[in-house]
């Protein structure tokens, strides 16, 4: 086993539980950044992971809403839900010392996806990060990004239901081969992940994103398991359309999509009758993750000049639907 490493895990939810117990079981010394029920429920009982109906659990080494009490850190596991993180960013710096690797294990456009990006310049995504404000709490030299594969839920206050999938994807925002990616990439393999590091981890994101763009938001307004999004004609064209325009900027970025939607969607119908994270996060009454996923490829579209009139429907939809029902706030 690898050298056990300080971990901490910022937003101990469905990703951030799954990560911090499996990484815990590991024997690394992992610590929770979380509050309210989840913070009591690591506090009492540490992580806990239901996996093919065992419950696995491992201690918490600190559990706290103060960063402060969780000291500097090897690495920072980021999982909170897109419209928390810019208020989360600012609390960080306890945990960053000079050689603190950040991991942001979120859905959607990171914050840090344009910086360094040729032909968009620095200026952050307003969608993603206003103001710029993550971007200066969280030096980007710091980040590995990160692509999660995996359907993860919570069945009471940190408990974990690991359902299907367990891969990740690390690498380095700039490209190319890195030891640390590879360091890391060990660790979360050593810990029960399939986990690859990636020399186009930028790519990686924009391809997730591509399958997640539609199926996402339709389910959320509508109510529907993706099998019932994808039997609609009419919606199945309508979410092909806003594929092919993301898959244009996507060119524009150097992040070229090969595969086709009707690829896609066959892809998407293997997995059944699944509810998205997304219409997951509206049964329960939490705030959608709008920005990240459709926001973020709405602002993208603008930058490099590619009209996306069914992105813009599809956002504009989405996030009327999220402001009658207290949902979004922007």
């Not at 491992?58 to 810019?86: E, F, H, N, R």
């Not at 244009?248 to 009707?262: F, L, M, N, T, V």
Request: charged content about 20%.
């Amino acid at each position: 086993m690898s050298t056990p490493r300080r971990i901490a895990i910022v937003g101990a939810g469905a990703i951030g539980g799954f990560l911090g117990t499996r990484l815990a079981l590991a024997g690394h010394r992992v610590s929770a950044l979380a509050r309210g029920q989840t913070l009591q429920a690591l506090q009492q009982h540490g992580w806990r992971l239901r996996e093919a109906g065992e419950l696995h659990q491992a201690p918490c080494a600190t559990v706290s809403d103060d960063a402060a009490a969780l000291g500097p850190q090897d690495l920072v596991v980021i999982a909170v839900k897109g419209p928390a993180l810019a208020a989360v960013a600012g609390q960080l710096a306890p945990l960053l010392d000079a050689h603190t690797v950040v991991l942001p294990a979120m859905n959607g456009v990171p914050w840090w996806f344009v910086q360094g990006l040729p032909g968009i310049g620095d200026t952050p995504l307003d969608s993603v990060d206003p103001g710029g404000r993550i971007a200066s709490a969280i030096a980007l030299p710091r980040v590995l990004g990160c692509v999660v594969h995996a359907a993860t839920g919570t069945s009471a206050p940190g408990v974990v239901e690991h359902r299907m999938g367990q891969g990740l994807i690390i690498g380095e925002p700039a490209g190319g081969e890195s030891a640390r990616a590879n360091d890391w990439a060990a660790v979360l393999r050593e810990a029960g992940f399939d986990a690859t590091a990636s020399p186009r981890v930028r790519y990686d994101i924009w391809f997730k994103l591509w399958g997640n763009l539609t199926m996402n938001p339709v389910s959320a307004i509508t109510g529907a398991t993706v099998d019932r999004v994808l039997d609609d004609p009419l919606v199945r064209a309508f979410c092909s359309a806003a594929m092919q325009e993301a898959a244009e900027i996507g060119r524009r970025i150097g992040c070229s999509i090969d595969q086709a939607p009707d690829d896609r969607h066959a892809v998407t119908r293997k997995l059944g009758a699944i509810s998205t994270s997304m219409l997951q996060d509206v049964q329960a009454g939490r705030p959608m993750e709008l920005d990240a996923i459709v926001g973020a490829v709405h602002e993208l579209g603008r930058r490099v000049n590619v009209p996306t009139p069914n992105v813009d429907a599809l956002f504009g939809l989405a996030r009327l639907f999220g402001r009658v029902k207290d949902l979004y706030k922007n």
